[in-house]
């Protein structure tokens, strides 16, 4: 079992629509919970980050993380086209910068 | 403005070849990462440098080796490319995470994407 799992997709929805991105992991000495936002040919980029349980709104992103069940979301209201990448979520550890990415969910945003 | 810059960003090596990556930043930050991501994988941490110190994944193959002569500067040498050393290479940086700090941002260059023969 990989320590983080998400489904690779890709998800495609219509402009405007809410897009709803999941991810799993199986250690639960993980505290710190980012996403990455990883355009075509490019480097990720950090999208949102959230410490412990809870959720954490940022403009047209919401990310919530629920620890008892392993279970991290991510939703993007009023998608874009620019909105179009990978999504891959990194859980890390309470101490250390090691981050353990998930596989990666491809969006695509159709106008 | 301060980056992570990688060179080059295509890079085609024969089989058995050595070849050099190379990874510089702008931003002073003291901790420098290399990932290898394969195509619609997750990105795959190879080792870090902590400052000076060097800490490799236990799962890293011997032929992977890495340097930091100086803060800006982190080179990736593969010393006898395979096949399925084919990948995307992404140099990433951060600042150490102080005590209590929650924020733990890795700031990613564009990647070299490396072929092999």
């Known amino acids: 079992q990989k320590e983080v799992e998400q489904d690779p997709g890709p998800l495609s929805v219509p402009e405007g629509a809410i897009v709803s991105l999941n991810c799993t992991y199986s250690?639960?000495?993980?505290?710190?919970f980012m996403w990455y936002r990883q355009y075509s040919r490019k480097g990720p980029e950090l999208l949102m980050y959230?410490?412990?349980?809870g959720n954490k709104e940022d403009g047209r992103f919401t990310a919530q993380v629920d620890k008892s069940s392993k279970y991290i979301s991510l939703f993007i209201r009023d998608s874009q086209p620019s909105d179009s990448a990978t999504y891959l979520c990194?859980?890390?550890?309470?101490?250390?910068?090691?981050?353990?990415f998930g596989g990666g969910t491809r969006v695509l945003v159709k106008p | 403005d301060a980056m992570v810059i990688q060179n080059p960003r295509y890079q085609v090596t024969q089989f058995g070849k050595p070849v050099t990556l190379s990874c510089s930043q702008t931003?002073?930050?003291?901790?420098m990462y290399w990932y290898q991501q394969k195509s619609s994988q997750a990105p795959k941490l190879l080792f870090h440098?902590?400052?000076?110190?060097?800490?490799n994944e236990a799962d890293t193959p011997d032929n992977f080796q890495s340097r930091r002569p100086n803060t800006s500067f982190c080179f990736l040498d593969i010393r006898s490319p395979g096949l399925g050393d084919a990948a995307m290479y992404l140099c990433?940086?951060?600042?150490?995470?102080?005590?209590?700090?929650?924020?733990?941002?890795?700031?990613f260059g564009p990647g070299t994407r490396l072929t092999v023969l």
């Open positions: 250690n639960s000495a993980f505290q710190y």
């Open positions: 990433a940086t951060s600042r150490a995470r102080p005590p209590g700090q929650k924020d733990n941002e890795q700031f």
């Open positions: 931003l002073n930050h003291n901790v």
């Open positions: 990194a859980p890390d550890k309470a101490a250390g910068n090691k981050l353990t």
């Open positions: 440098y902590y400052d000076k110190d060097f800490n």
């Open positions: 959230t410490y412990s349980s």
